[in-house]
């Protein structure tokens, strides 16, 4: 999949659990500030990620982020974390 | 050296408002004492003698042999802790507390105490023993580190089955998964009171438990939404299912606590191996996750329809959603009552129980409302989700207190469950 493919994936995720629509979202929002999703939400997309991805997050390391940059990110790293030991 | 486990007594749902008797055709249930007693029991060496008191079944404030008193206790059953302190110090006994509030309130507590035990109690168990044989027992103790749950024993729940009379049979027990979370919620003492290190029991260490409680024709409840998240968590969870499925010994839980989000994020097959697990029931846990806190206020239907979604997907995995709702949140105006009771009627849910938001001391929600200073009542006993404590901000405390009841009365008015069983017509209110 590629980067950006990943990422418009997440950011209809993403607008699944927020009032925010998914083209009128951008990497530099603040999952809390700007698009409402609290921690509970959080784990919810981190759930969506492991279904959909089949993705393995710890939820400390999911914990942690609070960007949608962030979140890309860290489904960047594990997805190629995943490649990468299938491989 | 003998120690006497204290459970102090609290006032439930319908103590608070007897009306609701009235109102709920269905057996009201008293449940199990939480695990902190049984697992302070557990990792208590032989050479104590132990006696254990529930002061919800016979008043505890009576003579006693032994030479310490050790209560664990929360927020709704604090006032009355304070009070059966101060009896037993009368008679010369050494007092020491733990629990959720105590490791929230310890300044509050101090004086009322010899000790007092701050977080997790197993980790300094052994050095508050030893100090009360030496008579040198300090006025707080509080874990270096979080415990590590592979070392403990099982809870000593023997002490409460063994407490069982004609008229407290508990059907269900509480069994423990894990410990702690990470997540910060702004109504839950969970991360501070256990740390924000989530910690998992052996998947060994959970079947034992409910071993245990099957050997006397008990079942287990779980009550930690934590067993959802995704990653390790839901992980165990999924091969506590298959590890129960393969013992072919389903129906050992009553039922298990969830949220809407974790409802809606699990997968049908996760839903679908609870159920061949043997649960028939989720605790459906309302009010502080985004999906209910967003559904009653008019003004988000998105959420709504995912609550609406969330039942559904419960109730299609042939799981009875017995919901928990909340009213006093912010956004909570004098409408949701109204749009609470719709979405019950339109959604299908048959079982609800409906709490007043409180600010648990210890938790976000507290530490907010304090500094915006909008807590007037500090009587701890009306820390038990039937009364409003403090200042609403769309209604007053008032219309909130009448909307619960309201709620209460009009969810059950007409409803008729003498043609289920017995488990199925009982609620714990």
Known sequence: MTDDLLTQRIFSMMAELSTVRAPDIRLEHRLREDLGLDSVCSMELLSML????????????AAQVTTVAGTVAMAQRHLALKERAVS | MKILFVYPRFSRHAEAHPELRAWVPLNEYLGSPSLGIAAMAAVTPDSFEIEFRDDRLSPADRPTDADIVAFSFF?????????????????????????IFPTM???????????????????????????????????????????????????????????????????????????GCPLTCQACVLPFSMTRSLRHFSIDHVVGQLEQLAKRGKRACLTEDTSWFPGENVKQLRLLFERIIARGAPATISYI???????????????????????????????????????????????????????????????????????????????????????????????????????????????????????????????????????????????????????????YAGKDFSTHDVAERTIQF
Not at chain 2, 76 to 82: D, E, F, N, T, W
Not at chain 2, 138 to 154: C, E, I
Not at chain 2, 361 to 369: C, V
Request: hydrophobic share 40%; glycine share 8%.
């Open chain 1, 50 to 61: 492991a279904e959909e991805f089949e993705l393995d997050v710890p939820m400390e390391e």
């Open chain 2, 257 to 411: 606590g969830i949220s809407m989000p974790m409802i809606l994020a699990s997968s049908t097959s996760m839903l679908e191996l609870a159920k061949q697990a043997g649960v028939d029931m989720f605790y459906l846990v309302g009010g502080f996750d985004p999906v209910t806190r967003g559904a009653f206020t008019g003004k988000d239907p998105k959420s709504l329809a995912r609550a609406h979604d969330a039942v559904k997907k419960s109730l299609d995995a042939g799981i009875e959603p017995y919901t928990s709702f909340l009213l006093g949140n912010d956004t909570d105006d004098e409408g949701t009552v109204d749009r609470m009771l719709e979405f019950a009627a339109a959604s299908g849910i048959t079982k609800a129980e409906f709490a007043i938001f409180t600010p648990y001391p210890g938790t976000p929600a507290w530490t907010r409302l304090e500094k915006e200073e909008r807590i007037f009542d500090r009587e701890w006993s009306h820390y038990n989700d039937a009364n409003c404590v403090f200042e609403p901000r769309l209604m007053s405390a008032d219309e909130v207190t009448r909307g619960y009841l309201r709620l209460w009365r009009e969810f």
């Open chain 2, 105 to 179: 309130m310890p300044d509050v507590c101090e004086p009322h105490f010899d000790a007092v035990v701050v977080g997790e109690g197993e980790p300094v168990w052994a050095q508050v023993l030893s100090d009360l044989r030496s008579r040198a027992l300090q006025r707080r103790y509080k874990a270096g580190q979080s415990q590590r749950l592979t070392d403990l024993p099982l809870p000593r729940v023997d002490l409460y089955l063994n407490k069982e009379t004609g008229h407290f049979q508990p059907d269900d027990y509480p069994v423990q998964l894990s410990r």
């Open chain 2, 75 to 99: 927020t709704p059953a604090a006032s009355r802790a304070l009070e059966l302190a101060a009896y037993f110090r009368a008679l010369g006994k050494q007092t020491i507390a733990g629990g």
